[in-house]
């Protein structure tokens, strides 16, 4: 991921560190540990399209049916169900997963 940051240019930095700040933030923990660390680490590689997507995600004030999209308890909304989704599952089953078991949660 290093090799990564160092191609970003600065306004690449700026928009990924709101991003990752909104993620972090959201009022909901089980949210904030699936999208503030997936924010940090799969951010940088997202499309300019997913990371529009990801920040109009970020803009949902339900955090609880955001969640909900994400461990796939309640029907996503077609506009979020594509590629990110897909992303955000599948690194929640990879990563947040790991760490929630090992007591993080």
Same mark, same amino acid.
């Given at each position: 991921m290093a %090799?990564?940051n160092?191609r =970003?240019? @600065?306004?690449?930095r700026?928009? =990924?560190g709101r ?8 009022? /909901?923990? @089980?949210?904030d540990?699936?999208? !503030?660390p997936f924010? %940090?680490?799969? !951010?940088?590689? =997202?499309?300019e399209?997913e990371l %529009? =997507? /990801?920040?109009a995600l970020?803009?949902?004030?339900d955090d ?17 169900? !594509? ?8 690194f929640?089953a990879?990563?947040?997963?790991a760490?929630?078991?090992? !007591?993080?949660?």
């Amino acid at each position: 991921m290093a %090799d990564t940051n160092a191609r =970003l240019n @600065e306004a690449q930095r700026t928009r =990924l560190g709101r991003i990752a700040f909104r993620a972090w933030r959201r009022g /909901f923990r @089980e949210a904030d540990l699936v999208l !503030g660390p997936f924010a %940090d680490q799969v !951010g940088p590689t =997202l499309t300019e399209a997913e990371l %529009d =997507l /990801f920040e109009a995600l970020l803009m949902e004030d339900d955090d609880h049916a955001l969640y909900a999209w994400i461990i796939q308890t309640a029907p996503t909304p077609e506009k979020y169900d !594509g590629s990110l989704m897909t992303k955000i599952r599948a690194f929640m089953a990879a990563h947040v997963a790991a760490e929630v078991a090992k !007591g993080a949660g």
